[in-house]
């Protein structure tokens, strides 16, 4: 038809589906997710200004604790799996019915 109107996509459109969605709201979701990293890698002892370090001296700590280490990781997941289990399995059983 001649007289169609086909609407052309935006000159930022490459960029918003490049970023994800709008560049201010990108830095935004970044800024927080760096923050909540920064804190987790803090708790465990890293150094941003002495990456490297830290992490052989993670690696150091855990090879030090032999045992113990397995006993603490066990910990954490028996810690996590109480919460995470149990949701995962009532939103397997109440969740969104499957097509057949």
Do not use: C, E, K, T
Request: hydrophobic share 55%.
């Amino acid at each position: 038809m001649p007289n169609d109107v086909r609407d052309l996509p935006a000159s930022h459109d490459g960029l918003y589906r490049f970023l994800g969605g709008s560049p201010l709201s990108v830095a935004f979701r970044l800024i927080l997710l760096s923050i909540l990293v920064g804190v987790v890698l803090a708790a465990i002892g890293f150094d941003p200004w002495n990456i490297l370090h830290s992490i052989r001296m993670l690696f150091q700590r855990l090879w030090d604790l032999g045992f113990d280490a397995v006993n603490w990781l066990w910990r954490y997941f028996l810690l996590g799996a109480v919460i995470v289990v149990p949701i995962w399995l009532l939103s397997r059983l109440f969740g969104a019915p499957r097509g057949r």
